[in-house]
C-alpha cells in the first residue's frame, strides 16, 4: 500500500524532488559536473601534472572553507576555523596512515597514477552527502546548524585527505635525474 503524505505517495515523491530539484542553485549543478569530470579522469591510469594533482585539493579545501564560513554564521568564527582545522588534520592523519596511491613519477613535473573507481565514487559520495545535508536544512530550518556542522566536518575531513595528495605532489617529487649522454 505505501506511504500516503499528501494526495498518493508518487505525486508527493514528484512533487518534493522537483522542489528540491528546482531551488538547487545552478553553481551546485557546476561542482557536480566538476566532480564528475575529475572522477572520470581518475578512471584510467594516465600521467598527470602537478597542477592535476592540485586541483582535487583546491576544489574540496574551497567547498570545505565555504562550509566553515558558513557554520561560522551560527557558532563563531573562530569556532567553525577551529573545527575546520582539525577536520583537516584528522583528513591528513588518515592519508598519512592509508599512504597515496601507486604512483611513478616520470620526472620532477608528472607522475602516472593508476586509475581506479575509488575517487568518482568517494566524490559522488560526498557530494550526494553534502546535498542531502543542503536539502534537509532547507526543509527543516531549525536543524540548519546542524546540517552545517556535518557538512564541515566531512568535508573538511576530505580536504584533509585530498590535501595528503597535494603534499604528495610536492614533498612526494623526485630529484632531478642525471642524464647519462
Known amino acids: 500500500m505505501g506511504i500516503v503524505l499528501w494526495g498518493g505517495p508518487m505525486q508527493s515523491i514528484l ?3 522537483r522542489i528540491v530539484i528546482s531551488h538547487t542553485p545552478v553553481w ?3 561542482v557536480l559536473a566538476l566532480l564528475c569530470l575529475l572522477g572520470i579522469r581518475r578512471l584510467r591510469t594516465r600521467a598527470t601534472s602537478i597542477w592535476g594533482l592540485v586541483a582535487t585539493p583546491a ?3 574551497s567547498w ?6 558558513r557554520f561560522g554564521q551560527a557558532l563563531g568564527l573562530g569556532v567553525a576555523l577551529a573545527c575546520w582545522a582539525a577536520c583537516i588534520a584528522v583528513g591528513l592523519l588518515s592519508f598519512r596512515l592509508v599512504g597515496p596511491p601507486p604512483s611513478t613519477w616520470l620526472d620532477e613535473h608528472r607522475v602516472v597514477r593508476p586509475g581506479s573507481i575509488g575517487p568518482l565514487s568517494v566524490y559522488l559520495v560526498i557530494f550526494g552527502v553534502r546535498y542531502g545535508l543542503e ?4 526543509f527543516f530550518p531549525e536543524r540548519a546548524t546542524l546540517a552545517a556542522a556535518l557538512a564541515l566536518v566531512l568535508s573538511g575531513f576530505m580536504a584533509g585527505r585530498t590535501t595528503g ?4 605532489a610536492v ?3 623526485p630529484a632531478p635525474l642525471a642524464t647519462s649522454s
Open 165 to 168: 595528495d597535494l603534499r604528495f
Open 171 to 173: 614533498l612526494g617529487r
Open 135 to 138: 536539502v534537509w536544512a532547507g
Open 15 to 17: 512533487i518534493y524532488i
Open 28 to 30: 551546485a549543478w557546476l
Open 64 to 69: 570545505s572553507f565555504v562550509g566553515a564560513i
Open 59 to 61: 576544489i574540496f579545501l
